[in-house]
């Protein structure tokens, strides 16, 4: 979703006609405070509004995008270069609060060089109030959407252009904290080339995608269709729920999981899923080509996906810790937005590296099962293909588990369980059925609830299989939906602590 051809930058009246749906706009703004009693300020004041047309920097309102009712707030950077005083402050929070009463999801549009020096420190701190307002709307499980223009700064950028559910660019837009004027007049030199454009920011994963204006009702509606789901019928239950384990041994299907032309949760997505929103990076300056994080629906049922990249599995793309603290801001999405979440398993291990270990990879792993055993989602895994080590067991718990005919999984990679057990890897095939890794074992002893077939090897049958698996999916998330949390948690647990054969105790 990347785009870099230079776009004319729009006004905040201009940018609504774009984004709504035509003559839907209606303005909440109410008139602002009389003149200001610093005479040089209103001239200022005045001189802004004559040349902007508008009378403070933010123009708030609600209208329609694609027939659905959002709530808008966007910059004017003609006026005092869209800075936020007391009175623009107090107009976002009113806009924010409005919506949060409404129960409407909120675009901002925000184009900013910070807050307004002329104001001073109390107009500093109004972005406290701000994002005390952000929080509330989050909270209340609505949806917030940040279109950051050029450019934005500040204060502004650092607050509410930087806290939304789902963060895009206006390409080439300048975005930053500390703006380069700023910078070379403290430093003595500029700023270097490139660092704060919006291009940068996605390759390095602060924000999702770098979209033209023209397209960006498409994304807020593709967004909102996953994030504002509507009441679904009940899902009839697929034929994938008769599927018995595959009758071969543990190392044919090792085999065939690690044909390259298996299909991969990229395929998956593409075939079996709907209004699919790729989502990039941790938000805090890392990305990492071992994960991908998207919102998506299958059929009616919404979900954020995260999974193993499988696509570019090498040894350089292996996932790392920046992946897993990628996949944990899908979680935390999941969980404030009341979404369930779906995790894809198909790698062939973790990173094995300096980088990782001195990252913190094994702290991740252990916070990634930490907060998915107790994640107030409902929560669906799907044992795709490969199933190695911690970077497979990072992924794993969940309230259902799908499994295909040839997915398995191990605590390593069987030729690294057959090196340490034998100081040789030829005993793989014999370890792994004697790990039982197989989805026949993982689901007798209770970890695999459904079984979705291949015919016989889903590489032969990509599409065919995707669908089949989309429409398991489907199934176990709609079996999950209006499930109270509370239940579905004791039952998580539940599962995870009994798996395995019962043992006879002394008073049986």
Same mark, same amino acid.
């Given at each position: ?150 450019? @934005? ?28 004027? =700023? ?41 909102? *269709? ?16 008769? =599927? ?14 690690? *044909? ?7 395929? $998956? ?39 193993? *990249? ?13 992946? /897993? ?7 935390? /999405? ?48 799907? $044992? ?60 007798? *002893? ?43 948690? =004791?039952?998580? @647990? ?15």
């Amino acid at each position: 979703m990347t785009a870099g051809q230079p776009v004319r930058h729009l006004t905040a009246a201009e940018l609504i006609d774009v984004v709504l749906d035509p003559g839907t706009f209606t303005s909440w703004d109410e008139p602002v405070p009389g003149p200001h009693p610093d005479e040089k300020y209103e001239r200022e004041l005045q001189a802004a509004r004559d040349k902007s047309g508008v009378d403070e920097s933010v123009l708030t309102g609600e209208g329609l995008i694609r027939g659905r009712r959002v709530a808008v707030i966007v910059s004017e950077f003609r006026f005092l270069a869209g800075s936020i005083g007391l009175a623009a402050a107090n107009r976002i929070v009113a806009a924010i609060e409005r919506a949060t009463r409404e129960e409407l999801p909120l675009l901002a549009g925000p184009a900013s060089g910070g807050t307004r020096m002329q104001e001073g420190t109390l107009a500093f701190l109004s972005m406290v109030k701000i994002s005390a307002a952000v929080r509330t709307h989050r909270r209340a499980r609505l949806p917030y959407l940040v279109y950051l223009r050029h450019p @934005t700064t500040g204060g502004v950028m650092a607050s509410w252009g930087s806290l939304g559910h789902v963060t895009v660019a206006e390409p080439g837009a300048l975005l930053g904290f500390l703006g380069p004027r =700023v910078y070379e007049a403290l430093y003595g030199a500029p700023f270097p080339e490139n660092v704060q454009v919006a291009e940068n920011l996605y390759d390095k994963g602060l924000i999702d995608a770098v979209v033209p204006p023209e397209l960006l009702s498409e994304i807020v509606d593709r967004a909102l *269709n996953v994030l504002s789901p509507q009441a679904t019928e009940p899902v009839a239950p697929p034929a994938t729920l008769d =599927v018995v384990p595959a009758a071969v041994d543990a190392w044919t299907s090792i085999e065939i999981s690690r *044909n390259r032309r298996r299909p991969d949760l990229r395929r $998956l997505l593409a075939w079996a899923a709907q209004d699919v929103l790729p989502l990039n990076g941790t938000g805090q300056g890392e990305k990492d080509p071992g994960l991908q994080l998207a919102l998506a629906r299958f059929g009616d049922q919404s979900c954020v996906v995260l999974g193993h *990249n499988r696509s570019r599995a090498t040894p350089e793309s292996a996932m790392g810790p920046a992946s /897993l603290r990628e996949a944990r801001r899908g979680m935390k /999405l999941a969980e404030e937005l009341g979404l369930p979440l779906l995790t894809v398993i198909d790698t062939a291990g973790a990173a094995l590296s300096k980088d990782a270990e001195e990252g913190g990879l094994a702290g991740e792993i252990a916070r990634s099962l930490y907060d998915l055993i107790g994640l107030h989602s409902p929560t669906v895994s799907v $044992l795709l293909g490969q199933g190695a080590g911690g970077g497979a067991l990072a992924l794993l718990p969940a309230d259902r588990t799908i499994a295909a005919h040839h997915a398995w999984l191990s605590p390593l990679p069987p030729e690294g369980a057959s090196a340490i057990m034998h100081r040789s890897t030829e005993f793989a095939p014999a370890l792994s059925e004697a790990q039982g890794v197989n989805v026949a074992a993982l689901h007798a *002893n209770g970890l695999v609830d459904h079984i979705v077939d291949e015919r016989d090897d889903a590489a032969e049958e990509a599409k065919a299989f995707c669908l089949r698996l989309g429409a398991a999916i489907e199934y176990e998330l709609a079996a999950l939906a209006g499930t109270p949390m509370d239940d579905l948690l =004791v039952r998580r @647990t539940a599962k995870y602590r009994d798996l395995g054969p019962r043992l006879a105790t002394a008073a049986e």
